[in-house]
C-alpha cells in the first residue's frame, strides 16, 4: 500500500514536499514514481527514482525525487510552484529498473494527494 501526503493549497513561487509512506511490502528494489493528473486531462509523468533519477521536462530543475529506503519512504520536493502543476498528485512502485514514464508499466498506486497553485 502507497500512502500520500503534503500536499494543499499554495501560492506559485512557493514549495511543498510531497511524501509516499508504502506498508505491507518493501519498495527497495523498484523504480518509484510520481504522476499528476489535473482535471480533465490524462495522467502525466513528473518524475522517478531507483539508483538514478528521471524528470519531466515541465518540472526539471525545479523538482527533485528522493527515497529513503530504510524508512520504505519516497518525497518529491516541489520549489519554484506555478498554477500549471495544480493537479492530484500520485506516487506508484514499478518492478521495473529502468525508470519508467508510462503509468501502465507501473503496478502499485497510491490514492493522490492534491496540490493547488495559486496565481
Known amino acids: 500500500q502507497l500512502v500520500e501526503s503534503g500536499g494543499g493549497l499554495v501560492q506559485a513561487g512557493g514549495s511543498l514536499r510531497l511524501s509516499c509512506a508504502a506498508s505491507?511490502?518493501?519498495?527497495?528494489?523498484?523504480?518509484m514514481g510520481w504522476f499528476r493528473q489535473a482535471p480533465g486531462k490524462e495522467r502525466e509523468f513528473v518524475a522517478a527514482?531507483?539508483?538514478?533519477?528521471y524528470y519531466a521536462d515541465s518540472v526539471k530543475d525545479r523538482f527533485t525525487i528522493s527515497r529513503d529506503n530504510a524508512k520504505n519512504t519516497v518525497y518529491l520536493q516541489m520549489n519554484s510552484l506555478k498554477p500549471e502543476d495544480t493537479a492530484v498528485y500520485y506516487c506508484?512502485?514499478?518492478?521495473?529498473?529502468?525508470?519508467?514514464?508510462?503509468?501502465?508499466?507501473?503496478?502499485?498506486w497510491g490514492q493522490g494527494t492534491q496540490v493547488t497553485v495559486s496565481s
Open positions: 506508484a512502485a514499478s518492478p521495473s529498473g529502468y525508470l519508467p514514464s508510462r503509468p501502465s508499466r507501473y503496478d502499485y
Open positions: 505491507g511490502r518493501t519498495f527497495s528494489g523498484y523504480s
Open positions: 527514482i531507483n539508483r538514478n533519477t
